[in-house]
T-cell receptor, first 111, second 114 residues
Framework: NAGVTQTPKFQVLKTGQSMTLQCAQD?????MSWYRQDPGMGLRLIHY???????DQGEVPNGYNVSRSTTEDFPLRLLSAAPSQTSVYFC??????????FGPGTRLTVL | GENVEQHPSTLSVQEGDSAVIKCTYS??????FPWYKQELGKRPQLIID?????GEKKDQRIAVTLNKTAKHFSLHITETQPEDSAVYFC?????????????FGKGTKLSVKP
């Protein structure tokens, strides 16, 4: 199993650009989520999904969209990038009642 | 919603000493409390977890204790080694519910001095 994979590893955007961060898991996990990590702020939940076709907002959802058309994939879309979205983004997945696994992260810089 | 507070934010110990990190949570319905270790530039990785039907759990040099009444849980690392240096995060969740999201504390940077 590859586990949780994320692409790209690094990305630089200009203010106002849009992009999609990709996340995939091959463990057939029901739950998937996106976090952002900023210095001193821990891991903050952006959006999550409890299954294909079901998504909901976390603590810091503004400026981000998600969709879950398949069990495996959970992309995160930045609609119009802002410098405040400079961060490290982690995707995670877990089975119902089980351990959560993180992807390797995407380091995003918005100029 | 759930809120998790973690203390201290930084902790420095001598090799061989013990380290304790404490967390409190707000939602009495939370029943799952994992601890993650994150080394510089890497992803968080689970080191130990505890469920609300257990008061204490040990795994070699690592232990976690849970006090449901006071809504706090702690990570204990004994005989610390330089490779224990990392950022540690606690989290709380409701397993089995419709959400089950992990809500994290802000982290503790542990430095173990040789």
């Amino acid at each position: 199993n590859a586990g949780v994979t994320q692409t790209p590893k690094f990305q630089v955007l200009k203010t106002g650009q849009s992009m999609t961060l990709q996340c995939a898991q091959d463990m057939n996990h029901e739950y998937m989520s996106w976090y952002r990590q900023d210095p001193g702020m821990g891991l903050r939940l952006i959006h999550y999904s409890v299954g294909a076709g079901i998504t909901d907002q976390g603590e810091v959802p503004n400026g981000y969209n998600v969709s879950r058309s398949t069990t495996e994939d959970f992309p995160l879309r930045l609609l119009s990038a802002a410098p405040s979205q400079t961060s490290v983004y982690f995707c995670a997945s877990r089975p119902a009642g089980g351990t959560q696994y993180f992807g390797p992260g995407t380091r995003l810089t918005v100029l | 919603g759930e809120n998790v507070e973690q203390h201290p934010s930084t902790l420095s110990v001598q090799e061989g000493d013990s380290a304790v990190i404490k967390c409190t949570y707000s939602d009495s319905a939370s029943n799952y409390f994992p601890w993650y270790k994150q080394e510089l530039g890497k992803r968080p990785q689970l080191i130990i977890d505890i469920r609300s039907n257990v008061g204490e759990k040990k795994d070699q040099r690592i232990a976690v204790t849970l006090n449901k009444t006071a809504k706090h849980f702690s990570l204990h690392i004994t005989e610390t080694q330089p490779e224990d240096s990392a950022v540690y995060f606690c989290a709380a969740s409701i397993l089995g519910g419709s959400q089950g999201n992990l809500i994290f504390g802000k982290g503790t940077k542990l430095s173990v001095k040789p």
